[in-house]
């Protein structure tokens, strides 16, 4: 099974940046997709965006509101999230987690993104901004 150690959370000033990472270990060889998500004290758990093993797609929600972007390092297998001008709404512990579904149609539908959508998870780092 895969392991999932995220990185990268701390304290950051409104309109500040963050690149989080996700370094991916374990039984990598068939891992199909690696997504970010994100939750905020009393709310639920929403996803933002994932990337394909296979060839590097990427897919986004309207969470990620075109201010995040999902990379990954395929040497070293570490899958990054570049955030950017956050907001006061984006304060939340930030979660990846790996999927092993391998149908293509799984990530352009959004399936990934839904309850269960996803077999393995990091335990979290935690973002806070304030000024």
């Known amino acids: 099974q895969l392991q999932l150690v995220e990185s990268g959370g701390g304290l950051v000033q409104p309109g500040g940046n963050l690149k989080l990472s996700c370094t991916v270990s374990?039984?990598?060889?068939?891992?199909?997709?690696i997504g970010w998500f994100r939750q905020a004290p009393g709310k639920e758990r929403e996803a933002l965006s994932c990337?394909?093993?296979?060839?590097?797609?990427?897919h986004y929600l309207n969470s990620a509101d075109g201010r995040f972007t999902i990379s990954r390092n395929k040497a070293n297998g570490t899958v990054y999230l570049q955030m950017n001008a956050l907001q006061p709404e984006d304060p939340a512990v930030y979660y990846c987690?790996?999927?092993?579904?391998?149908?293509?149609?799984?990530?352009?539908?959004?399936?990934?993104?839904?309850?269960?959508?996803?077999?393995?998870w990091g335990k979290g780092t935690l973002v806070t901004v304030s000024s």
């Open positions: 374990g039984y990598t060889l068939n891992w199909h997709a």
């Open positions: 990337i394909e093993s296979k060839d590097g797609a990427t």
């Open positions: 987690a790996g999927a092993y579904h391998p149908n293509r149609f799984f990530y352009t539908q959004n399936l990934w993104a839904r309850p269960g959508g996803m077999d393995f």
